[in-house]
């Protein structure tokens, strides 16, 4: 998608929902967070209607299992962690329209129509499976929670739904000498009857569907298609006392029966469009997104979760179709397809994988203790896994803060409007414009297309290479112009270079906003100029008037004033005394969090 396209088309950016479990840490934010907030305000910018839409994931056994660890009940596992996520996400800048949860009225009762429509078109079979069951606590395993050897690749970490190694689908009784995760015990197995999605009735309709992905990620594309030849049905409940019932006779009323996470997980992109529907008070603006066939669905998460969002979830919405009670019934249009799934690879830290119980991890509200959001913005785009798995290293991150964001971007900003204030105390007013100054407005200029090609591809750390080496481009300019010299000898080329640098920032500021909107915003400010550009998400209580109160993440638009295509500066426009939008960080600091891990890992975690 191009940012000469038309702007007012309608795009959904549906972002993974985080577990619940406990908090998350700067690998998960890397896959989900921080790629589709790029994206979204991309798309605001450019005059999109955009739609993001997440919430946290609180059903399933990881729920249950991080209660009994601590000693409580699933539900205040849920609220404690939902709270700590939702503030971590709003520090981080997250612009959700909506960010909700799993465990409200609303997500139950659009869960319970798409499951109750899919059983009654006959793509849900009842059948009996092994069922893997805890020998400790007899409570179910999910699929995640066990390990083992692959039996077609030999792979010795395969999960119980996937193996990472090879990419084919799993279940836990595939897995040669498989063990629970929590305690290493192995499971029992016991034949317990379920539903089942029949993927393979989908098979046909899913490899056209893919065909026509040529602009996907090349290793999500060739991840989707290798499950296609090796598609079976699905079970999407499980045998489990918390989550969704089932709503079907004979089930609806059982609490050993519970719809599974994944299959109710997927679900809440679509309840969650409909509760900020009912929010605003236009309970039937979801279908903007949904019905429309000219309507974009882009999905953004870990590599780990890309088969429920390339397969699993796509054959739900067909089946479906015009849906049951919500959708509209027989004739209605048909729920849209995604339209990109856009998925990163995995971030590990100082060549470990991240492990909360081995203190290999750096949780998002402990990073945000210590440092600014935008340079954590930064480092995860710019060095992040977008198409490989990376490294992340305390030396990697103090280095690109201080040789890109502070000499780079940030001294560029900081030396011409202390200048332009010192000197003129507003925009200069510009004399003649010589073949120089033309031709780095006109390279800056053509940043908006450039760059925007490639945030609307999802090319974002390309995109942000791009715009910092138009940083720089400015920086060599002002550098060879020295104005600092120049208004001792010729006040007005001095104001004429300065009015061109000022310009040349304006722009950028606008470029730069999708990746470091707290500093792009603070920018504008002190530029003179008024509204906001980039909003920030805050906090919220909701209610539906269902007697479920609830706490979400929401971001007003309406007072946004950014648009992406080059600001005009005014001769003239009083400047704000400038100051440093980044922190130089020192090199110590690495050393010094590297001891800090150490201690971690050496308390277990607790430290």
Same mark, same amino acid.
């Given at each position: 998608?191009?940012?000469?396209? $038309?702007?007012?088309?309608?795009?959904?950016?549906?972002?993974?929902?985080?577990?619940?479990?406990?908090?998350?840490?700067?690998?998960?934010?890397?896959?989900?967070?921080?790629?589709?907030?790029?994206?979204?305000?991309?798309?605001?910018?450019?005059?999109?209607?955009?739609?993001?839409?997440?919430?946290? =994931?609180?059903?399933?056994?990881?729920?249950?299992?991080?209660?009994?660890?601590?000693?409580?009940?699933?539900?205040?596992?849920?609220?404690?962690?939902?709270?700590?996520?939702?503030?971590?996400?709003?520090?981080?800048?997250?612009?959700? =329209?909506?960010?909700?949860?799993?465990?409200?009225?609303?997500?139950?009762?659009?869960?319970?129509?798409?499951?109750?429509?899919?059983?009654?078109?006959?793509?849900?079979?009842?059948?009996?499976?092994?069922?893997?069951?805890?020998?400790?606590?007899?409570?179910?395993?999910?699929?995640?929670?066990?390990?083992?050897?692959?039996?077609?690749?030999?792979?010795?970490?395969?999960?119980? =739904?996937?193996?990472?190694?090879?990419?084919?689908?799993?279940?836990?009784?595939?897995?040669?000498?498989?063990?629970?995760?929590?305690?290493?015990?192995? $499971?029992?197995?016991?034949?317990?009857?379920?539903?089942? +999605?029949?993927?393979?009735?989908?098979?046909?309709?899913?490899?056209?569907?893919?065909?026509?992905?040529?602009?996907?990620?090349?290793?999500? +594309?060739?991840?989707?298609?290798?499950?296609?030849?090796? +598609?079976?049905?699905?079970?999407?409940?499980?045998?489990?006392?918390?989550?969704?019932?089932?709503?079907?006779?004979?089930?609806? &009323?059982?609490?050993?029966?519970?719809?599974?996470?994944? #299959?109710?997980?997927?679900? %809440?992109?679509?309840?969650?469009?409909?509760?900020?529907?009912?929010?605003?008070?236009?309970?039937?603006?979801?279908?903007?997104?949904?019905? =429309?066939?000219?309507?974009?669905? #882009?999905?953004?998460?870990?590599?780990?979760?890309?088969?429920?969002?390339?397969?699993?979830?796509?054959?739900?919405?067909?089946?479906?179709?015009?849906?049951?009670?919500?959708?509209?019934?027989?004739?209605? $249009?048909?729920?849209?397809?995604? &339209?990109?799934?856009?998925?990163?690879?995995?971030?590990?830290?100082?060549?470990?994988?991240?492990?909360?119980?081995?203190?290999?991890?750096?949780?998002?509200?402990?990073?945000?203790?210590?440092?600014?959001?935008?340079?954590?913005?930064?480092?995860?785009?710019?060095?992040?896994?977008?198409?490989?798995?990376?490294? #992340?290293?305390?030396?990697?991150?103090?280095?690109?803060?201080?040789?890109?964001?502070?000499?780079?971007?940030?001294?560029?900003?900081?030396?011409?409007?202390?200048?332009? @204030?010192?000197?003129?105390?507003?925009?200069?007013?510009?004399?003649?414009?010589?073949?120089?100054?033309? %031709?780095?407005?006109?390279?800056?200029?053509?940043?908006?297309?450039?760059?925007?090609?490639?945030?609307?591809?999802?090319? #974002?750390?390309?995109? +942000?290479?791009?715009?910092?080496?138009?940083?720089?481009?400015?920086?060599?300019?002002?550098?060879?112009?020295?104005?600092?010299?120049?208004?001792?000898?010729?006040?007005?080329?001095?104001?004429?270079?300065?009015?061109?640098?000022?310009?040349?920032?304006?722009?950028?500021?606008?470029?730069?906003?999708?990746?470091?909107?707290?500093?792009?915003?603070?920018?504008?400010?002190?530029?003179?100029?008024?509204?906001?550009?980039?909003?920030?998400?805050?906090?919220?209580?909701?209610?539906?008037?269902?007697?479920?109160?609830?706490?979400?993440?929401?971001?007003?638009?309406?007072?946004?004033?950014?648009?992406?295509?080059?600001?005009?500066?005014?001769?003239?426009?009083?400047?704000? @005394?400038?100051?440093?939008?980044?922190?130089?960080?020192?090199?110590?600091?690495?050393?010094?969090?590297?001891?800090?891990?150490?201690?971690?890992?050496?308390?277990?975690?607790?430290?």
């Amino acid at each position: 998608m191009s940012s000469k396209q $038309p702007s007012s088309e309608h795009i959904l950016v549906a972002v993974a929902w985080p577990y619940a479990s406990g908090p998350r840490h700067i690998g998960h934010v890397a896959g989900f967070g921080v790629p589709s907030d790029v994206f979204a305000r991309f798309q605001r910018l450019r005059g999109a209607k955009v739609l993001m839409v997440s919430g946290t =994931d609180e059903h399933g056994t990881p729920i249950l299992v991080a209660a009994d660890r601590e000693g409580i009940g699933p539900r205040e596992i849920a609220d404690r962690y939902s709270q700590v996520i939702t503030e971590d996400l709003r520090r981080l800048g997250l612009s959700y =329209d909506l960010f909700t949860r799993t465990t409200t009225k609303n997500h139950q009762l659009v869960v319970q129509d798409l499951f109750r429509t899919l059983y009654e078109k006959g793509f849900l079979i009842r059948r009996t499976q092994l069922g893997a069951f805890s020998e400790k606590t007899g409570r179910t395993l999910p699929d995640r929670y066990i390990e083992g050897t692959c039996p077609h690749c030999g792979y010795t970490s395969a999960r119980g =739904d996937q193996c990472d190694n090879c990419g084919r689908m799993l279940d836990p009784q595939d897995l040669i000498d498989p063990r629970s995760k929590i305690d290493g015990a192995p $499971p029992v197995f016991r034949e317990s009857e379920h539903f089942f +999605l029949d993927l393979p009735a989908f098979a046909s309709a899913l490899s056209d569907w893919l065909e026509q992905k040529s602009d996907w990620r090349s290793n999500v +594309l060739a991840f989707s298609s290798n499950l296609l030849g090796e +598609l079976r049905p699905r079970a999407v409940t499980r045998d489990i006392d918390w989550g969704i019932h089932v709503p079907v006779p004979e089930f609806e &009323e059982r609490d050993d029966k519970r719809i599974y996470v994944w #299959f109710d997980a997927v679900i %809440g992109y679509l309840s969650a469009s409909i509760e900020w529907a009912r929010l605003r008070g236009q309970p039937e603006a979801w279908r903007d997104w949904w019905q =429309d066939p000219e309507s974009r669905h #882009f999905y953004f998460m870990g590599k780990d979760n890309i088969v429920f969002h390339s397969v699993i979830w796509p054959s739900i919405l067909m089946g479906y179709g015009g849906g049951g009670e919500l959708g509209g019934g027989e004739g209605a $249009p048909h729920l849209v397809l995604p &339209e990109n799934v856009v998925s990163s690879e995995f971030l590990t830290q100082e060549g470990q994988k991240f492990s909360s119980s081995r203190g290999v991890v750096i949780e998002v509200r402990d990073f945000l203790l210590r440092y600014d959001p935008d340079p954590l913005r930064y480092y995860l785009t710019a060095g992040g896994p977008e198409t490989q798995d990376t490294d #992340f290293t305390w030396a990697e991150f103090i280095r690109r803060n201080n040789d890109e964001l502070v000499a780079t971007w940030g001294n560029l900003v900081q030396r011409t409007l202390t200048l332009a @204030a010192r000197h003129f105390r507003a925009v200069p007013t510009p004399g003649q414009i010589g073949v120089a100054d033309a %031709g780095l407005l006109q390279s800056v200029e053509s940043g908006f297309d450039h760059v925007g090609d490639l945030l609307g591809t999802a090319h #974002f750390k390309s995109a +942000l290479a791009e715009v910092m080496a138009l940083a720089a481009k400015v920086n060599q300019y002002l550098g060879e112009m020295e104005p600092w010299r120049l208004v001792k000898v010729d006040r007005e080329r001095a104001g004429t270079v300065l009015f061109i640098a000022l310009q040349c920032i304006s722009d950028l500021k606008v470029l730069f906003t999708p990746f470091l909107p707290f500093s792009s915003q603070a920018l504008h400010e002190m530029l003179g100029q008024e509204g906001l550009l980039a909003p920030l998400p805050v906090l919220e209580e909701v209610d539906l008037g269902d007697g479920d109160p609830h706490r979400v993440l929401v971001t007003d638009w309406t007072r946004a004033v950014g648009s992406w295509v080059p600001t005009r500066l005014e001769p003239g426009q009083p400047l704000t @005394a400038p100051r440093a939008l980044f922190r130089k960080l020192d090199p110590a600091l690495a050393d010094q969090e590297l001891q800090r891990m150490a201690l971690l890992g050496a308390a277990g975690g607790d430290a």
